[in-house]
Each structure stands twice: as structure tokens, then as C-alpha cells.
């Protein structure tokens, strides 16, 4: 199942990252797309927040997953998880053909 992963951050956050925070953070997303489970990753405009789409089970399963990431173990973020469902609208232009 494709689920959709979007950083918010979290209250009581201790700052800013340290370039070293930034540097785990880096590798641990590297070795999670390496294992298959984050199929791709994006950061919004002006590189505010993170947008992530995993392949996991299930919406517990992606954020079992994501409190992996260094900064969300060390409270800077937190992330909105949610499960993505195919388009069904493309069945209409073909019903009753």
C-alpha cells in the first residue's frame, strides 16, 4: 500500500538541527529507500517540510517506520501518515462499454 507521509513539526521541538542531526537524518532516509520501504521523498517549497511516499502494510506499519528517522527520535518533527487509495474514477469512462 502507498501511504503518504507529511512533516509537521512538533511541539516542544529542541530547535533547530545540527548539520549532523541533518547528516543522520540523510542516511537513515538512504538506507530505508535502499530497503524498499521509501519509495520517494520530496521537501515543499522554500524547503519547509518533508513529503514522503512509502510502500508499506499499513498507515501503523509507515510510522513504525518513520519514528526510525533521527529527527523525529529526537522531537524535531513529527509526521501526518496517511493511506492512499487508487483512483477510481478512471472505471467511469469505461462503465457499460
Known sequence: MRILAIETPAEGSPGVPSAGDLRDEAARAWEL??????????????????????????????????ATLPLVRRGFITFDVMELEPYPGFARLFAGR
Open 33 to 66: 529507500q535502499q530497503a524498499g520501504s521509501l519509495r520517494e521523498i520530496y521537501l515543499t517549497d522554500k524547503h519547509s517540510r518533508a513529503v514522503i511516499l512509502l510502500e508499506c502494510a499499513n498507515a501503523g506499519e509507515a510510522a513504525a517506520i518513520l
